[in-house]
T-cell receptor, first 118, second 107 residues
């Protein structure tokens, strides 16, 4: 099993360009997530998909769109990149769709995409 | 904003010493998870705590969930160079990570 894969690993964009970050998991997980990581700020949730066919905004959704293409794939699109979107982007997945106290939602992370917007 | 606060932000430890990192919330947590991220790597799940007052151990790591379920701690004994990295707590219900504690070890 490859787990969670992300492409590309590195990307440099100019302000105003668009791009799509790809994420796929082969663990048959229901939930998938996109985070961005900036120094000193931990991981912040951009969007998540609790199950195939649903997507919800996280803490920092502005400037991004997502598509849950099927159960395996969850893509993140930057329509018009800005320097403030320079960050490391992580995709993650977890098995359970529920979010109660007893839901077991261990998240498995991909290797990340390091994005620089000039 | 962040639902959970982590302290300290940085921890410089002499090899062989113990240290503790804390995760605090102003609201009651359904459960809490801990992750470790090695330099240049991705976060890796360590543990999930659910019950009030719960204590779980993984070798030299001890995780605790407060009685009021508003705080959690990670205690590492006899720190080794393999403990280097950033430790994050996650309020799973809100999908909100703390800012992390970055640990460096002096040999």
């Amino acid at each position: 099993n490859a787990g969670v894969t992300q492409t590309p690993k590195f990307q440099v964009l100019k302000t105003g360009q668009s791009m799509t970050l790809q994420c796929a998991q082969d663990m048959n997980h229901n939930s998938m997530y996109w985070y961005r990581q900036d120094p000193g700020m931990g991981l912040r949730l951009i969007y998540y998909s609790a199950s195939e066919g649903t997507t919800d905004k996280g803490e920092v959704p502005n400037g991004y769109n997502v598509s849950r293409l099927n159960k395996r794939e969850f893509s993140l699109r930057l329509e018009s990149a800005a320097p403030s979107q320079t960050s490391v982007y992580f995709c993650a997945s977890s098995e359970a769709p529920g979010r109660g106290p007893w839901a077991y939602n261990e998240q498995f992370f991909g290797p990340g995409t390091r994005l620089t917007v000039l | 904003g962040q639902q959970v606060m982590q302290i300290p932000q940085y921890q410089h430890v002499q090899e062989g010493e113990d240290f503790t990192t804390y995760c605090n919330s102003s609201t009651t947590l359904s459960n809490i998870q801990w992750y470790k991220q090695r330099p240049g790597g991705h976060p890796v799940f360590l543990i999930q705590l659910v019950k009030s007052g719960e204590v779980k151990k993984q070798k030299r790591l001890t995780f605790q969930f407060g009685e009021a379920k508003k705080n959690s701690s990670l205690h590492i004994t006899a720190t080794q160079t393999t403990d280097v990295g950033t430790y994050f707590c996650l309020n799973d219900y809100k999908l909100s990570f703390g800012a992390g504690t970055t640990v460096t070890v002096r040999a």
